[in-house]
């Protein structure tokens, strides 16, 4: 079965900058046709939230509240996936999930990783 694995989540400073990424392994037939990735961010007790995400296509979306700090990009395999976070702000610690959609309708998640803003 396909597995998403994320890393890069930790702590970091207001105005500071972190990295996640997220790869996929599992039998190579079935994590080398993803259309669709993504990032999202979800408080403890809240509703999963979109944060940016990428087609195949090339097509990339922001929420209104990262756009123009972060930015997701995938690699040349167009399996793994990395977001680019800068300038974070306390609005944005909290766990943040990859998401990824398979050309036949499915749909897998990442256990998520801790992002933390703090002095």
């Known amino acids: 079965q396909v597995q998403l694995t994320e890393s890069g989540g930790g702590l970091v400073q207001p105005g500071g900058s972190l990295r996640l990424s997220c790869a996929p392994s599992g039998p190579a037939g079935y994590i080398t046709n993803f259309v669709f990735m993504a990032w999202f961010r979800q408080i403890p007790g809240e509703e999963r939230n979109l944060v940016a995400s990428l087609t195949n296509l090339g097509q990339i979306h922001y929420s209104d509240s990262v756009k123009g700090r972060f930015t997701i990009a995938r690699g040349t395999t167009m399996n793994t996936l990395s977001l680019e976070m800068n300038n974070l702000k306390s609005a944005d610690p909290t766990v943040y999930f990859c998401?990824?959609?398979?050309?036949?309708?499915?749909?897998?998640w990442g256990q998520g990783t801790q992002v933390t803003v703090s002095s």
């Open positions: 998401q990824a959609r398979s050309g036949a309708g499915r749909e897998y």
